[in-house]
């Protein structure tokens, strides 16, 4: 195995460690924030950097050539953004639910192929990686908003039907988790905003039903974002639609990435 | 021999425990006094309101009869039959308990861990402590600060109030930024305000049927009065809603909510309906963002909450005697417990 895979195998475990971890306390009800959680996941996102950096020096490019690459970096985005937002609103459990995901993201990606990196290709142009990288990027902040969303959906449910207490106290409060949310939609919805205008720069131009895709994804991320503002929508309807358009912008990659 | 003489809660009625409560501006005096008699070497002087101890150590054994009879000259008692006595590993196994907040009226609380590290310190400044107490106090520091990491015996809160309190945190975290409102000016709305208040939160707004109650209320508690009919124009600025009035029917109900959740831009609501019967209509809780528990919840979670330290203690006292047993102190003292132990065991 070459050590660039070698890397990616040990961040697939180290985010398995930080699920287990998180879910044995959760599981204990009494989850407290550790060092122990921190470290798997700061490693696992450490072990992705170097794979990323590895791999763009072999390609000379940003490393997003294939399905494999792509969910790696979408990964290691929404790692980014947690590490970001959680330190922020001091949402250590949210890495807790990040871990998971993250980890299932990395092993989706080493089931795909990964044909040997031709170096020497050099970039595509740079607006064509700027838009591939900010979207990913985009989809990184959205993931980790989805992961805020069902934490704030589950955390609602037991507020209300006053239910597990233990976990009750072991979630952050949906206050937090909500400010967190927008802010995280917000910044992705920024984020794939530049990276649009990006596909418009490109030698090449995008294929017409790859974009049309990608503007629907947009669209839904700019509606939620308008209605919250304009209406004052409830936090509640927030996380169910950061949840619902996530799963659309996950579906969307299946048309508009290289297979 | 470390001895530790006491009575608490448990052991004595009030009227004893105030009859031999020692003052804090009196600790010193008394750390003395114990330790001029003979035979004592150091002694430290616990005094709270519900438990007064003395811990002390022995070079002769004629000082626990010595001690004994400081107790009944001092406090002008002759029965001293409510105090109880623990020597050697049974006296630090007492001790960790207590800063542990094992042996407490509220099972787990903190407040006790101050107190035992007040004391100390008074004893030390007194010259009431040497090698031994010096030691058995220090250990006993990080015991409580171990069984308090290792376990849930002080997680979560046990009375209305402080249940209250953590909801509210579970809701908006940091409660810095909240604003308060009391519909009716009753005494549990006072403390569960006054709970509030002492966890950061700002700006107490009393409404009340009986306006001057409601003006004295929010001057107690540093806050304004507001005429009872524009408490449903105020729902939109406040973050945390306590109703306590006496009426007989519910006085909160959703048409007067959800025009004053659509102002509020998405923060949430918190209600809590501590009257008897219910202030707050029970359909309040379904409108999106607003959190309502009545007092039957809240009594229900400090219930769960209390019930589940008791199942912590059989750990806490796994920990608590496995650093008895470490302690150095009794590494070279063979006492009587033990060498009872290693015949029964030959």
């Known amino acids: 195995m070459t050590a660039e895979k070698t890397a990616l195998v040990v961040a697939t475990i180290l985010y398995l460690g930080g699920f287990v971890h998180a879910f044995l306390s959760l599981r204990r009800g009494a989850y407290r924030h550790s060092w122990t959680a921190f470290g798997l996941i700061a490693g696992g996102f450490l072990c992705q950097c170097l794979f990323l950096y590895w791999r763009g020096q072999v390609l000379g490019r940003c490393p997003i050539t294939n399905p494999f690459e792509l969910l790696t970096f979408t990964g290691w985005a929404m790692v980014l953004f947690y590490f970001i937002v959680g330190s922020a609103y001091r949402l250590s459990l949210l890495g807790a639910f990040t871990a998971p995901l993250a980890f299932l993201m990395q092993v989706a990606a080493l089931m795909k192929p990964d044909p040997p990196a031709v170096s020497g290709k050099g970039s595509p142009g740079l607006w064509t990686e700027l838009h591939a990288s900010l979207s990913l990027m985009a989809y990184g902040a959205f993931a980790l908003a989805f992961v805020a969303g069902v934490m704030f959906l589950l955390q609602d449910r037991l507020l209300k039907k006053h239910t597990n207490l233990s976990l009750l106290r072991t979630l952050p409060p949906v206050h937090h988790l909500a400010k967190a949310m927008k802010r995280l939609l917000l910044t992705g919805t920024l984020i794939l905003t530049v990276g649009i205008v990006a596909a418009y720069q490109m030698e090449k131009s995008p294929e017409a039903g790859k974009l049309i895709v990608v503007w629907i994804v947009w669209a839904a991320y700019v509606l939620l974002g308008v209605y919250e503002q304009w209406r004052g929508m409830s936090s509640r309807r927030a996380a169910w639609a950061a949840v619902v358009c996530f799963v659309l912008a996950v579906a969307s990659l299946w048309f508009v990435t290289p297979r | ?346």
């Not at chain 2, 918190?270 to 809780?285: C, M, Q, T």
């Not at chain 2, 009545?294 to 400090?302: K, M, Q």
């Not at chain 2, 209390?306 to 199942?311: F, L």
Request: charge should be negative; glycine fraction near 6%.
């Open chain 2, 1 to 346: 021999m470390i001895f530790c003489f006491g009575l608490s809660h448990a052991t004595a009625p009030v009227e004893l425990r105030e009859r031999v409560a020692v003052a804090a501006k009196d600790v010193p005096a008394a750390v003395q006094q114990l330790t001029a008699l003979d035979g004592v070497g150091e002694a430290v002087v616990l005094s709270t309101c519900n438990r007064v101890e003395i811990y002390a150590t022995a070079g002769t054994p004629g000082a626990t009869l010595q001690v004994e009879g400081w107790l009944r000259s001092r406090f002008q008692i002759e029965d001293i039959s409510p105090f109880f006595r623990h020597q050697r590993e049974d006296a630090a196994r007492h001790l960790f308990s207590v800063v542990s907040g094992l042996e407490s009226m509220v099972l787990g609380e903190t407040e006790i861990f101050g107190q035992v590290k007040d004391a100390y310190a008074a004893a030390q400044q007194a010259g009431g402590t040497a090698r031994v107490l010096n030691k058995l106090f220090q250990h006993s520091f990080r015991v409580g600060k171990m069984v308090r990491n290792n376990t849930d015996i002080q997680r979560g809160a046990t009375s209305v109030g402080s249940v209250a309190v953590e909801l509210a945190e579970k809701i908006f975290g940091d409660l810095k930024e909240s604003r308060v409102m009391l519909l009716g000016a009753g005494e549990m709305s006072r403390r569960c305000a006054q709970s509030l208040q002492s966890r950061g939160a700002r700006g107490i707004v009393v409404s009340n049927r009986n306006h001057d109650r409601a003006i004295e209320l929010a001057s107690e508690l540093s806050g304004q009065a507001l005429h009872f009919e524009q408490w449903p124009a105020e729902a939109a600025h406040v973050d945390i809603i306590i109703s306590s009035t006496s009426a007989p029917h519910t006085v909160i109900h959703p048409e007067q909510i959800v025009p004053a959740m659509r102002r509020r831009h998405g923060r949430p609501l918190y209600i809590i309906d501590i009257a008897v019967p219910r202030d707050v209509e029970p359909s309040v809780n379904d409108i999106e963002g607003v959190y309502l528990h009545d007092i039957d919840t809240l009594e229900c979670i400090a219930g769960e909450t209390r019930a589940r330290r008791e199942q912590e203690i059989v750990r806490c006292r796994q920990i608590i005697d496995a650093q008895v047993q470490s302690l150095p102190l009794f590494a070279a003292e063979v006492s009587p417990h033990r060498a009872a132990h290693a015949a029964s065991g030959s």
